[in-house]
């Protein structure tokens, strides 16, 4: 008996390579309605359609106050002065709101910064969404500059009644410049030749 498999034709591979292609294809547009919910249940990014600007800009009926505790940190010793312009304001949920950090460079160099944020509790980060923040993009920092960089946000007014206070936390990090990457790729490969 002969166990030997039939060798692939070339329409068969043909047709295997672009049933491929076409999965791939169909993939890639899932990623993007994949990518809206991933953001959407993380709180990470949030675009605002013109519909729902209308409708957070006008006092929603079932508005009420929350606090919202704003806290900064530098990350490993980063040569920052960061800190929220606030340390806490009142917000009323599904209005537009807007608070800053204040950040300078204490480096006697440009840098760029990038922050981290959280949300505490863990709950409520599907309730903050951010419209415009410093930690959607790289900040560069020419030596000595100091700015405040808004954050634009609102409160959904589902947020559940037991949360009456939030924490919106930021890291704020130096990236690291192509020099110090090829210093700590240097280092790890003289690590590795000394094993």
């Avoid at 049933?19 to 953001?39: K, R, T």
């Avoid at 940190?73 to 537009?96: C, H, K, Y």
């Amino acid at each position: 008996m002969n166990t030997q498999q039939p060798p692939v034709t070339t329409r068969n591979l043909a047709l295997r390579l672009g049933g491929a292609a076409v999965l791939m294809f169909g993939f890639g547009f899932a990623l993007v309605p994949l990518y809206d919910i991933f953001c959407e249940v993380t709180g990470i990014r949030f675009e605002l359609r013109a519909s729902d600007e209308a409708r957070i800009t006008e006092q929603p009926a079932l508005s009420r106050a929350v606090t919202l505790e704003l806290l900064a940190s530098t990350g490993n010793g980063a040569p920052w002065e960061f800190r929220p312009v606030a340390d806490s304001i009142e917000v009323q949920t599904g209005l537009m709101q807007e608070t800053a950090y204040f950040a300078k460079n204490l480096s006697g160099r440009d840098i760029i910064g990038t922050a981290t944020p959280d949300v505490a509790p863990r709950e409520a980060g599907r309730y903050l969404k951010k419209v415009e923040c410093f930690c959607f993009t790289e900040q560069p920092f020419a030596e000595g500059e100091a700015r405040n960089m808004p954050v634009r946000f609102y409160i959904e007014p589902d947020l559940p009644a037991h949360i009456d206070t939030i924490t919106l936390a930021y890291t704020f990090h130096e990236k690291p410049s192509a020099a110090d990457n090829a210093q700590v790729a240097a280092d790890d490969a003289t690590h590795a030749a000394q094993l």
